[in-house]
């Protein structure tokens, strides 16, 4: 078998919930794409890693992307960005190396707004993601990259971009998906990020929330001929639960879900426990490419 073409769609704050429409907006009916993926493509991934307290993004992502037990290595769950001692984990041992050592192409598809990689280097708040992409790329996606297509604004649409000085075209979810799935053709793991559903879950009213879980639908839409073709492989998770549970505004302990859709979907559905899992468990399918001779 060769290793698949991946996307992974990578989703902050999504958990499994309850099914009460009143109490979980995936099921109020704003996302049906995402409800349908979660109900028959899913499977649940524990991401409390044995660590007391509420899941949390750093050492969530942390996890996720190295498959270190990152909350154990720091000795609790990290909120927000990763300090110095989980960059050091992600540097050494993200997924993107992982590939890269084994002769896979990978890609980090987010759009940052700079033209200046030092600039993004030099940025005290990283995300894992950031961090991640500059130990093995020696870089990121920037604005030129966006302005053809060549990378995939965070909100799906770069409408957050105008309060930035971004004068350029807008793109609805639709659009976004197709400029992945065209760079998603070229990589053999492709990783984009979608963090409106945690944010909006802390901090947005009830219609913020669907707008999002709308937005993230259309994008999905958009992304599910993705599987059909032979040797294409859909992945989703996320690093802990919130937007399921409208009763809170912190993070849950629900298991996060992981949306495995094509070739190699049911090694990863086996094999993904925990967030600790996604990366031994993806490797499995890009075993070392021999070297040419
Ligand atoms: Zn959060």
């Known amino acids: 078998m060769n290793a698949p073409r991946t996307i992974l769609i990578f989703v902050d704050g999504l958990g499994l919930g309850l099914d009460d429409p009143a109490i979980n907006p995936i099921h ?34 942390a996890a996720l992307l190295t498959g270190v037990n990152a909350p154990a290595a720091v000795g609790r769950h990290v909120e927000g960005l990763p300090g110095p001692e989980l960059r050091k984990i992600v540097q050494a041992h993200n997924l993107f190396l992982k590939l890269k050592e084994r002769g896979y192409r990978s890609t980090f598809a ?34 030129g ?74 994008f999905l839409e958009g992304l599910l001929a993705w599987p059909n073709e032979p040797g294409h492989l859909l992945l989703l998770t996320s690093d802990h ?27 990863m559905k086996a094999g993904v426990k925990s967030l600790t899992y996604f990366v031994p468990t993806l490797l499995e399918l890009y075993p070392q490419k021999k070297l040419e001779t």
């Open 28 to 61: 109020s009916g704003c996302c049906p794409v995402l409800e349908r993926l979660l109900k028959e493509e899913s499977v649940p991934v524990d991401a409390r890693l044995g660590v007391k307290g509420l899941p949390q993004s750093a050492t969530g992502q």
């Open 110 to 143: 987010n759009a940052y707004h700079t033209d200046d990689v030092e600039e993004v280097r030099g940025r005290r708040r990283q995300s894992v993601t950031t961090v991640a992409s500059l130990a093995a790329f020696g870089g990121v996606r920037k604005t």
């Open 241 to 267: 639960g919130n937007i399921e549970d409208s009763r809170t505004k912190v993070h849950t302990e629900n298991p996060v879900p992981l949306v495995a859709v094509g070739e190699g979907a049911e090694v």
């Open 145 to 218: 990259d966006m302005l053809v297509n060549r990378a995939v604004y965070q909100d799906l649409s770069r409408e957050f971009l105008r309060s930035r000085g971004y004068d350029g075209p807008l793109v609805s979810p639709r659009e976004s998906a197709a400029h992945l799935l065209a760079i998603a053709a070229d990589h053999d793991f492709t990783l984009f990020e979608y963090f409106q559903t945690d944010l909006m879950a802390h901090k947005g009213t009830p219609d913020d929330v669907r707008r999002v879980l709308s937005r993230l639908d259309e």
